[in-house]
C-alpha cells in the first residue's frame, strides 16, 4: 500500500511562487513513476507534470511549461512541484499520484493524495 501526503498550498498573488510536497510512505517509492494533477471547479482534474522514477524523464502540460518544475528525492521518498509565476489560472487543488505506468492518464494512477488547495489572487 502506498501513502501519499501533500503539504505546501495555499494563498498567493499573481507572480508569486509556491512548492508542494507530497511524502510517500512505501518501500517501494523508486518504482513508481510519481505526477501532480490539479482539478479547478467544474473542470476535470488534468496532469500537470510527471516524473520517471529515477527523475531523469519529465512530463508538463503546455500551460505550465518553464513556469512549473518537478523533481523527486528518492532518500526522502519526496516529490516536488516548484511554481514559479502563478497565474491566477493555476487556482485548484493540486494532487500528487503515483503508477508503475509511464502514463498521461489519470486512470492508470493507482495511488492519490488528499490534494491541496492552491489559489492565486489577480
Known amino acids: 500500500q502506498v501513502q501519499l501526503v501533500e503539504s505546501g498550498g495555499g494563498l498567493v498573488q499573481a507572480g508569486d511562487s509556491l512548492r508542494l510536497s507530497c511524502a510517500a510512505s512505501t518501500r517501494t517509492f523508486t518504482g513508481l513513476n510519481m505526477g501532480w494533477f490539479r482539478q479547478a471547479p467544474g473542470k476535470e482534474r488534468e496532469l500537470v507534470a510527471r516524473?520517471?522514477?529515477?527523475?531523469?524523464?519529465?512530463y508538463y502540460v503546455d500551460s505550465v511549461k518553464g513556469r512549473f518544475t518537478i523533481s523527486r528525492d528518492n532518500a526522502k521518498n519526496t516529490v516536488y512541484l516548484q511554481m514559479n509565476s502563478l497565474k491566477p489560472e493555476d487556482t485548484a487543488v493540486y494532487y500528487c499520484?503515483?503508477?508503475?505506468?509511464?502514463?498521461?492518464?489519470?486512470?492508470?494512477?493507482?495511488?492519490w493524495g488528499q490534494g491541496t488547495q492552491v489559489t492565486v489572487s489577480s
Open positions: 499520484a503515483a503508477t508503475t505506468a509511464w502514463s498521461l492518464y489519470r486512470f492508470d494512477y493507482a495511488y
Open positions: 516524473i520517471s522514477v529515477g527523475g531523469g524523464n519529465t
